[in-house]
């Protein structure tokens, strides 16, 4: 059986997957047929990864020089043959042998099966610490070597430079040329990447890049067309073009970028030519700060909605006669008041956003870090600039968008690894055709889980997170304290350093000193505060006599809108056979006890815990509770933009227009 069953495409100018919309019938026999997969099991990995260890015995015993004959006669065959299951067992037999003598690390059993699993076609689902950055190079440079271009897609800057420059020497060992995509390269630097054998890049870069890429092409992007124009010699709009197509992608913490980052489609704009008069936002942004919630308008902070009433609309149209021309129309004038609404009680500084050199600067929500040259759409980010006092940047209109699930939809080979799979895998099946295979672990875990504890308020939650470092603290541990915004890291740190407890904070605030802080967070006694920067691909080492302490504590102080982001923070502990504890200390004040639960069950459930103390199951069971709602909630979401997606690539096909 072959692992990629379409022949390397390495000469197309731009290969991708056409975009198909499957009838019922098709979506409920792929469902089948998912399920079915699930039960036949994973024993085919185990076979496969004896077969690389057999393998690999001949050439433990290889001179340098006979380890480089054995790649290229390899690389012949690859290119031949394409990647029949015995060319595939000996280059990751030979990738093994070349990381061990290189690099000082050679992969370990599970690594291989994750592998073999990706090169599949599948999401391998290892547990936090097992060496996914290791497991993705045997895939990735197997591929390579079959002359298929590689896309190994990250989360962030900082993971991306830190995997292509630590794994950078395997790959040119092998021949192969690796390139990294990250934030502030010009396009010149983005192209030469692109046009190496495996490429590290964030999933938010490679999605612009082709977005670019399509308005190049402008309204021609077929792949023949543009291959026409190559053999023509009429290349000039190829020559601006940044990516060469969408071959093979592995893409890591897959269920974060596949998933959770799904709910938003991305944009690229332009200006308009026509800048917003300040004065009629100032207008929206007065009106606004005078509706009266529960009257003029509806707020869901649990599903971030808000609705104008009745009652809302007439003010707003009231108001409209008094302010001018610009107000006269009703969908404009209610859209901004809107936008406005949403401005003043939807997102808040250190939260969404910083301002930071007088710029309003967004914050993503699943990784914590800024997103700059961001801005929000339809006037949003302007009023919010109105709001925090900042200069007014002119107004965007949208050039290009398409949704993640519709661009990983259109790689001809599309792989994953996460260590939070489980939850989501019949959703991974469903839109993006990706089995889930989860994997031993290499050494047993010996993680500690402590009982989470809810308290009334948040202060008191805050004095209880304090009182904990400091008995961590004196027992020798390192401890990362994980909180959900930026806000929330500041005050912890102002109620840290009002005690005397010493600590680091990582938030985008001090996102440069990144590096620094993660280095030094496993030392003894040490206490790092820090968002989502220090979840996902994060590694902290223990210092000498941290281990024999206990390792690792981690402290959750809010839970996410889903249970995997907090497993991934939790798994910062206990990796690879460390010992690691990690708990929650969370209050009833916290996001997820907010919105359509209404405030009256807030209070009484408040009440019982202040007064007795001892249902801690109770509050433990909302909590639990509201998680899984919020989550089926962004499902919906998610299912919803697919579908509207789907519909609205049929129409712009059928109108002869595209992106």
Same mark, same amino acid.
């Given at each position: 059986? &072959? ?17 198909? @919309? ?53 690389? @012949? ?137 399509? &308005? ?64 009629? &936002? ?378």
């Amino acid at each position: 059986m &072959l692992y990629l069953t379409h022949p390397p495409a390495s000469r197309d100018v731009r290969a991708e997957r056409p975009d198909r @919309v499957e009838t019922w019938l098709e979506r409920q026999v792929h469902r089948l047929h998912g399920r079915i997969g699930r039960m036949s099991g994973s024993g085919w990995v185990r076979r496969e990864a004896e077969a690389v260890e057999q393998a690999g015995r001949r050439l433990a015993g290889m001179t340098d020089d006979g380890l480089r004959e054995e790649r290229l006669g390899l690389r @012949v065959r690859l290119l031949t043959d394409g990647l029949l299951p015995a060319h595939v067992a000996d280059s990751f037999a030979l990738i093994r042998e070349t990381s061990r003598r290189v690099l000082g690390m050679r992969h370990h059993d599970s690594q291989v099966m994750g592998a073999l699993v990706m090169l599949r076609g599948m999401v391998a689902e290892m547990e936090t610490g097992e060496g996914k950055t290791l497991t993705a190079t045997l895939a990735a440079a197997t591929a390579a070597m079959a002359g298929l271009p590689v896309h190994i897609i990250s989360v962030n800057d900082y993971l991306t430079a830190r995997d292509a420059e630590g794994m950078g020497p395997l790959y040119r060992a092998l021949g192969l040329r690796v390139g990294c995509v990250v934030h502030g390269q010009s396009p010149g630097e983005r192209r030469q990447a692109y046009g190496c054998d495996i490429v590290y890049a964030t999933n938010k870069e490679l999605v612009f890049d082709y977005l670019r890429d399509r &308005l190049t092409l402008a309204d021609r992007p077929d792949p023949i067309m543009v291959q026409a124009e190559v053999l023509g010699g009429r290349g000039g709009r190829t020559d601006r073009l940044l990516m060469r197509g969408l071959h093979f992608a592995i893409v890591d913490e897959a269920d974060s970028v596949l998933i959770d980052e799904a709910r938003t489609p991305l944009i690229i704009s332009g200006s308009s030519g026509i800048r917003e008069e300040r004065e009629f &936002l100032e207008q929206a942004l007065a009106l606004a700060e005078d509706f009266v919630r529960g009257e003029d308008f509806l707020l869901d902070d649990a599903r971030r909605q808000i609705l104008l009433t009745p009652v809302g609309r007439g003010r707003i149209e009231e108001s409209a006669r008094r302010l001018g021309a610009l107000w006269s129309g009703m969908v404009r004038r209610e859209g901004v008041v809107h936008q406005a609404l949403t401005a003043l009680h939807l997102f808040r500084r250190d939260e969404q956003y910083l301002v930071r050199d007088g710029k309003v600067q967004i914050i993503d929500e699943f990784t914590g870090r800024v997103m700059p040259d961001r801005s929000w759409e339809q006037g949003l980010h302007q009023l919010i600039e109105l709001k925090e006092g900042c200069e007014l940047t002119q107004r965007r209109e949208p050039l290009a968008k398409i949704s993640y699930q519709r661009f990983f939809r259109r790689y001809l080979r599309l792989a994953g690894m996460t260590g939070t799979a489980r939850e989501v895998r019949d959703e991974l099946w469903a839109v993006y055709g990706l089995a889930t295979t989860r994997l031993p672990t290499h050494r047993p875990v010996i993680r500690r889980r402590f009982e989470d504890r809810i308290h009334a308020t948040r202060l008191e939650k805050w004095a209880a997170v304090v009182d904990r470092l400091g008995e961590l603290r004196r027992q020798g541990r390192a401890v990362l304290v994980g909180t959900r915004t930026v806000a929330a890291a500041e005050e912890l740190a102002a109620q840290a350093r009002e005690a005397g407890v010493p600590y680091r904070v990582l938030s985008a605030k001090q996102d440069a000193a990144e590096a620094e802080v993660i280095a030094g967070a496993g030392r003894a006694g040490i206490v790092t505060i820090a968002t989502n920067m220090a979840g996902r691909g994060t590694d902290i080492a223990l210092a000498p006599g941290v281990r024999e302490a206990g390792g690792l504590h981690v402290i959750i102080t809010e839970c996410h809108e889903a249970a995997r982001i907090d497993r991934q923070l939790a798994g910062r502990c206990g990796r690879q056979g460390d010992p690691g504890s990690f708990e929650g200390i969370l209050s009833l004040e916290d996001f997820l006890f907010q919105g359509k639960w209404g405030d009256p069950f807030i209070r009484v459930l408040r009440i019982v815990v202040v007064r007795t103390g001892t249902p801690q199951f109770a509050a433990r069971w909302l909590l639990r509770l509201m998680q899984r709602k919020v989550e089926r909630h962004h499902a919906r979401i998610r299912r919803d933009l697919f579908r509207r997606d789907q519909a609205q690539g049929s129409l712009m096909s059928f109108a002869g227009r595209f992106e």
